[in-house]
């Protein structure tokens, strides 16, 4: 069966490849689990009865007695548009030069996705249990009306991450358990902007590029006393290297120098490390109280730096990819309610402090804080499957833009400018299901 679930799993990358939704700060994709999506990811790390815990906390898996999958499917459907006027840096930071069709408006930059999530867990014996997770951690895709006032700030922006985890968990004794795991990653990544000034429109300049990294996970769960639960889960860092190309053309009148569609580019990418404290509390049979606070080290991204083989400067800032993006933070709370012996209803709601600010904001991620709202139920059908669904509804500040000299993403050599706001909205819809083969789940929390 662990053989099957790994054909399963490599196939399911074809499918995880749809994910483009950035769903929680900067651009980490949280769309990891049907039932902690029900709950706003309160107590996501803390043992909690769903596979989908060892993403963030591998230490879960030794809750499992038996073989056990967990396939998570995702509708992503946000919404954003900026409203606002390009224009060109002529000496008055307040006071650009407007763009002829600086005032068009970016309609609905979001991009509709579909993203998967799958998990698989196999006891070795009743201390030793190895996992295997198959995800999409980072990723989002932005795609503005063309023209419009912005396009020679940005145009299409797309990163998509692919990450297989193999863990490894022992449970040190009936309240003490201890995981780790190795992050396999792939990226892929295209940014452009529009040569032509709006309302024209011209050919596409930008660079795209692929690139791997590596990196771990680990946790543990400690039950101090019966009915609590608390885990802290850690993953790590990672360093994307991607290599790519350029895409279309730019001529600088400056420097004089052009890049030819197809010459190479080599750039890096510092992904962020993230701790998630979790905690599950049995109030009675029937509720169970969860929460969690955790960190995202957004700080170390900085300005990534592009290596190329001539210098390139112009519509699109070639020779950086400035993000100087602070830390994240995200506060959840939520319940479970055991309305019978075969269904559960949840609930929860998260606020989350977003790394991008004001001062840095661009027109490419139009992130800002955020309040999540969610519900989801499970089924149980047999001893073997549980039906698994949930929605959220994640309310995004308006997020004012200010593309002008002191945001990074301001390029001097190309002044173009930006001045805006803009507003989002996100729409999660999430079904899922839990499968377990050769024995019952451990009892989640010691209960009275």
Excluded: C
Excluded at 269 to 291: E, I, M, Y
Excluded at 393 to 400: G, I
């Amino acid at each position: 069966m662990f053989r099957n679930a790994l054909r399963a799993s490599t196939a399911a990358v074809a499918i995880v490849a749809g994910a483009s939704g950035a769903m929680a700060g900067g651009f980490i994709n949280q769309s990891q689990s049907t039932v902690f999506n029900g709950m706003a990811y309160a107590g996501w790390g803390a043992m909690g009865g769903d596979p989908s815990s060892m993403f963030i906390n591998p230490a879960t898996m030794t809750q499992f007695m038996g073989f056990t999958t967990s396939t998570n499917l995702f509708g992503i459907m946000p919404y954003s548009k900026m409203s606002g006027r390009g224009g060109v840096f002529g000496g008055g930071v307040n006071n650009p030069f407007p763009l002829p069709g600086g005032g068009l408006s970016s309609g609905d930059i979001g991009q509709d996705a579909f993203s998967t999530a799958s998990y698989y867990i196999l006891p070795l014996s009743r201390s030793v249990v190895m996992g295997l997770s198959v995800n999409s951690p980072f990723g989002f895709t932005t795609s503005p009306n063309t023209p419009w006032g912005g396009q020679r700030v940005s145009e299409t922006t797309t990163l998509r991450s692919y990450t297989f985890t193999p863990s490894i968990a022992y449970k040190f004794s009936e309240s003490f358990s201890f995981g780790v795991g190795i992050q396999a990653q792939y990226a892929k990544a295209r940014l452009v902007s529009n040569f032509a000034t709006p309302p024209a429109t011209g050919p596409l300049v930008g660079l795209k590029g692929d690139g791997s990294a590596f990196g771990v996970t680990a946790g543990f769960t400690w039950q101090p006393w019966a009915g609590t639960s608390i885990g802290l889960g850690y993953r790590s860092r990672m360093n994307q290297e991607i290599d790519g190309r350029f895409v279309g053309f730019q001529l600088t009148p400056l420097a004089g120098a052009i890049a030819l569609f197809g010459d190479r580019a080599q750039g890096f990418l510092k992904l962020p490390d993230r701790v998630n404290l979790s905690v599950r509390h049995a109030l009675n049979p029937q509720w169970d109280l969860l929460g969690t606070v955790e960190w995202q080290g957004w700080s170390r991204i900085g300005t990534s730096r592009i290596n190329a083989p001539v210098l390139a400067v112009g519509a699109f800032p070639l020779r950086t990819l400035p993000f100087e993006y602070s830390d994240g933070w995200f506060f959840a709370g939520g319940a479970e309610y055991k309305y019978s012996p075969n269904l559960t209803l949840r609930g929860g709601i998260a606020y989350e402090i977003a790394p991008v600010t004001d001062r840095v904001r661009s027109t490419r991620l139009t992130d800002n804080d955020r309040l999540w709202t969610s519900i989801g139920m499970s089924y149980k059908w047999n001893e073997r499957f549980t039906i698994n669904a949930s929605y959220s509804h994640v309310f995004v500040k308006d997020a004012p833009i200010n593309v002008l000299p002191g945001n990074p993403n301001f390029n001097p050599l190309s002044p173009f400018t930006y001045v805006g706001k803009a507003k989002s909205h996100v729409d999660i819809i999430s079904l899922g299901l839990t499968s377990t083969f050769g024995g019952p789940a451990a009892p989640v929390v010691a209960k009275y």
